[in-house]
């Protein structure tokens, strides 16, 4: 009898221990525990920290340089945004904004910036870079949300400002930044590149200058994977490019490509909409 009662107590030690331990896991001093993606202060402390030494390290140094431009967005902007790097092609490259510079009648820089949305946990850099962070879009409030913005950014007087910004639609898999002109009248656009790991392809946004550098871009998506196509084109020859969307059956065994349906840009609806019936519209 005396083991019986022995043991009830024995277990019923246990599980009052067990109990306190799991409240304490959940009531402790949590903020000893966050990091740097919990605490604006704490990660602003850490930008400035690996500024001040990728400033050391430098060597000679150019007025309006990219760790330049990185303090200005460091100094400007709300916690949590930052100047993106390109993705990195091996395990051993050395990590570079996605910045383009041009000389055109003054030094502009063309960026990717990423923002947090507010009332989130701040977003880290690791995550919305690369091929598997594409995979983000199905869950990115665990890792924060990133809002990503094509930027123009004017050098003058010793000092930057922003031109314009103008918003890429995804979340996360960002891969790189490129400038090209279209080939039927030249305009110059960005090609924003991101990787789609669920299609296996990928996804570019297109920021062309219609009205010039200076002037908020136009954007038209394209992309590539293993069931799914849309290519860029010119078919009523207007400044804007238009694009074909590419039709596939899925055989089971085969995917094949069957057809295609143009959309033209209307200015007047602010939108594509398709040659075969103006029903079919896209933003972009």
Same mark, same amino acid.
């Given at each position: 009898?005396?083991?019986?009662?022995?043991?009830?107590?024995?277990?019923? #030690?246990?599980?009052?221990?067990?109990?306190?331990?799991?409240?304490?896991?959940?009531?402790?001093?949590?903020?000893?525990?966050?990091?740097?993606?919990?605490?604006?202060?704490?990660?602003?402390?850490?930008?400035?920290?690996?500024?001040?030494?990728?400033?050391?390290?430098?060597?000679? &140094?150019?007025?309006?340089?990219?760790?330049?431009?990185?303090? =200005?967005?460091?100094?400007?902007?709300?916690?949590?945004?930052?100047?993106? %790097?390109?993705?990195?092609?091996?395990?051993?490259?050395? %990590? &570079?904004?996605?910045?383009?510079?041009?000389?055109?009648?003054?030094?502009?820089?063309? *960026?990717?910036?990423?923002?947090?949305?507010?009332?989130?946990?701040?977003?880290?850099?690791?995550?919305?870079?690369?091929?598997?962070?594409?995979?983000?879009?199905?869950?990115?409030?665990?890792?924060?949300?990133?809002?990503?913005?094509? #930027?123009?950014?004017?050098?003058? !007087?010793?000092?930057?400002?922003? @031109?314009?910004?103008?918003?890429?639609?995804?979340? *996360?898999? /960002?891969?790189?930044?490129?400038?090209?002109?279209?080939?039927?009248?030249?305009?110059?656009?960005?090609?924003?590149?991101?990787?789609?790991?669920?299609?296996?392809?990928?996804?570019?946004? %297109?920021?062309?200058?219609?009205?010039?550098?200076?002037?908020?871009?136009?954007?038209?998506?394209?992309?590539?994977?293993?069931? /799914?196509?849309?290519?860029?084109? %010119?078919?009523?020859? !207007?400044?804007?490019?238009? =694009?074909?969307?590419?039709?596939?059956? !899925?055989?089971?065994?085969?995917?094949?490509? &069957?057809?295609? @349906? *143009?959309?033209?840009?209307?200015?007047?609806?602010?939108?594509?909409?398709?040659?075969?019936?103006?029903?079919?519209?896209?933003?972009?």
């Amino acid at each position: 009898m005396k083991k019986i009662i022995f043991s009830i107590f024995l277990l019923i #030690t246990i599980i009052v221990i067990g109990g306190c331990g799991k409240k304490d896991a959940k009531t402790g001093d949590a903020a000893g525990d966050q990091g740097a993606e919990f605490s604006p202060q704490k990660d602003m402390d850490i930008q400035r920290y690996n500024l001040e030494k990728m400033k050391k390290e430098a060597g000679p &140094r150019s007025p309006g340089d990219t760790i330049a431009l990185m303090e =200005y967005v460091l100094s400007s902007y709300p916690s949590g945004t930052y100047l993106v %790097n390109y993705d990195l092609p091996n395990t051993y490259s050395v %990590n &570079r904004p996605a910045v383009i510079y041009i000389n055109q009648g003054g030094q502009y820089v063309l *960026g990717v910036v990423a923002k947090s949305k507010p009332d989130e946990r701040l977003i880290e850099t690791k995550n919305i870079v690369g091929y598997d962070q594409s995979y983000i879009d199905l869950d990115s409030t665990k890792l924060g949300t990133a809002f990503f913005y094509l #930027t123009l950014f004017q050098f003058n !007087d010793g000092q930057f400002s922003v @031109v314009w910004e103008s918003a890429i639609p995804s979340h *996360g898999g /960002f891969n790189n930044i490129s400038l090209n002109r279209w080939n039927y009248l030249g305009t110059p656009y960005v090609r924003v590149n991101f990787y789609f790991a669920q299609g296996v392809g990928h996804i570019d946004y %297109n920021y062309f200058m219609v009205d010039g550098l200076t002037q908020k871009p136009h954007l038209l998506m394209t992309y590539q994977g293993i069931n /799914f196509e849309r290519t860029m084109a %010119n078919i009523n020859n !207007d400044k804007y490019a238009d =694009y074909y969307e590419h039709i596939f059956f !899925d055989y089971g065994d085969r995917i094949v490509k &069957r057809d295609s @349906v *143009g959309f033209i840009w209307s200015p007047k609806d602010s939108m594509y909409v398709s040659t075969s019936g103006r029903r079919m519209t896209r933003p972009y």
